[in-house]
């Protein structure tokens, strides 16, 4: 059997030429060069955003494309939607992606959509909202000024600065002379403007804290809980004795470095209430997976130590064991219905601090936690004012950007570069 070539019977736009494409796509030497010659990916984006195109669907197996055409396109608001994504449900990132297209204006065919399913449309009500508003009013100070005149005047005067219109901020002020505020203007308006900037990004700016949480006294534990270790450990012991007294029943697995990720599974198959780990950052990326090719859908919790500091006298001793966290916070995104949480644990293991820990795997609703000898502490994200008298940061020498490969990272790199950063270095 042959193949026979057509015209295309919509638009299309070829990485070939990077412009729409019509009777050329029915040629075999058409395809021939398509091989041979360059990819003009860019153009062929920029053409479809000259065409008023603002939603960008890939069909592929991942969202690598949707990746790079965020780097071509020009203008704002363009939104880019990948069908597939490695490592995830098809079905789950097919209808993310659908819904995505949907809410940006792309028709769709529900009834195919929904067709076996048993799905039917449903009437919306046909009575008239009432339109009665229930939140709340903030109540205004008894020495507050009534009425909007204070902030109409307001409002005049610096909607004249910020756009340095002399005249409307003269007649605002109710003066003939405008010697004076002619020198000043464009200093008060440039001051207005980044007082503007400096708020908003001041709203972007966080911190992290640890919170003291209740600690749950006599916490019992039930079912088969499936410990993870380093081979040859002697430092879970402790840890196993406390799981069985307080009811469960452990079984203990030790695992090589560098062990396959299908004898991992193999070895941690099994149906269980909880797991804990004691592995390292490459070992417990290996165990999260191995858990997943095993179908164990019991909650897994990494155990460290030293690797947070609770306070200024709580010292972070271990950046090795700290970077298990940065696995846990993307684990807890990725495979939340797998994820039990972090707990890091003091400098010394002894009853109290046990005591504590079984608290946490008993049934706590953090995920992010530190035993300590004074209390358990859980993380906490709370606003970080600007300090007094801090000025702008000027970049100088070398900078690291972390998770620089995309399409953020590389406007950061691309600021860092004109702002006098004389090495940058992307990861």
Not at 176 to 186: E, F, G, N, Y
Not at 195 to 201: A, P, Q, T, W
Request: hydrophobic share 45%; net charge negative.
């Amino acid at each position: 059997a042959g193949l026979s070539f057509e015209a295309p019977r919509i638009p299309v736009v070829s990485n070939l030429t990077g412009a729409v494409v019509a009777d050329d796509m029915g040629s075999p030497e058409f395809w021939v060069r398509h091989v041979r010659e360059a990819v003009r990916f860019l153009d062929g984006v920029r053409v479809l955003e000259e065409a008023g195109v603002s939603t960008f669907v890939e069909l592929g197996p991942d969202g690598v494309l949707s990746a790079m055409a965020q780097e071509c396109v020009t203008g704002e608001g363009a939104v880019f939607v990948p069908v597939l994504r490695k490592g995830r449900s098809e079905a789950e990132t097919a209808v993310t992606a659908l819904a995505q297209a949907h809410v940006r204006g792309v028709e769709a065919d529900w009834r195919k959509f929904f067709a076996g399913t048993g799905a039917r449309r449903a009437d919306l009500p046909t009575y008239a909202f009432q339109r009665k508003r229930y939140w709340p009013e903030a109540a205004l100070p008894a020495n507050a000024p009534t009425g909007g005149a204070v902030d109409t005047v307001d409002a005049r005067f610096w909607e004249a600065v910020e756009r340095e219109d002399l005249t409307s901020l003269v007649s605002a002020l109710g003066t003939d002379d405008d010697t004076a505020w002619a020198s000043v203007l464009p200093g008060l308006s440039a001051w207005r403007r980044q007082g503007r900037e400096r708020s908003e990004v001041d709203g972007w700016r966080y911190r992290v804290v640890w919170k003291p949480l209740t600690e749950a006294s006599g916490a019992r534990l039930s079912g088969l809980w499936l410990v993870v270790v380093p081979a040859e450990s002697d430092v879970d012991g402790p840890l196993v004795d406390a799981l069985a007294d307080r009811g469960a029943e452990v079984r203990r697995v030790e695992v090589e470095s560098g062990m396959d990720r299908a004898a991992l599974a193999g070895l941690v198959a099994g149906e269980y209430a909880g797991v804990v780990s004691l592995l390292g950052l490459v070992e417990s990326v290996s165990l999260l997976q191995a858990l997943g090719d095993a179908q164990v859908d019991a909650s897994l919790w990494c155990l460290t130590r030293g690797a947070v500091s609770v306070g200024r006298s709580d010292r972070l001793v271990s950046p090795t064991q700290a970077q298990v966290w940065g696995l846990g916070r993307v684990a807890a995104l990725e495979v939340p219905e797998r994820w039990g949480g972090l707990v890091d644990l003091p400098e010394t293991l002894d009853e109290r601090a046990l005591s504590r820990l079984m608290g946490v795997l008993a049934g706590s609703v953090e995920d992010q936690v530190a035993v300590r000898a004074s209390g358990v502490f859980g993380r906490r994200l709370v606003r970080a004012a600007l300090p007094e008298g801090a000025g702008s940061w000027v970049p100088s020498g070398t900078v690291l950007v972390t998770g620089g490969t995309g399409a953020l990272g590389g406007r950061v790199a691309r600021w860092l570069a004109e702002a006098g950063a004389e090495r940058l270095v992307l990861t």
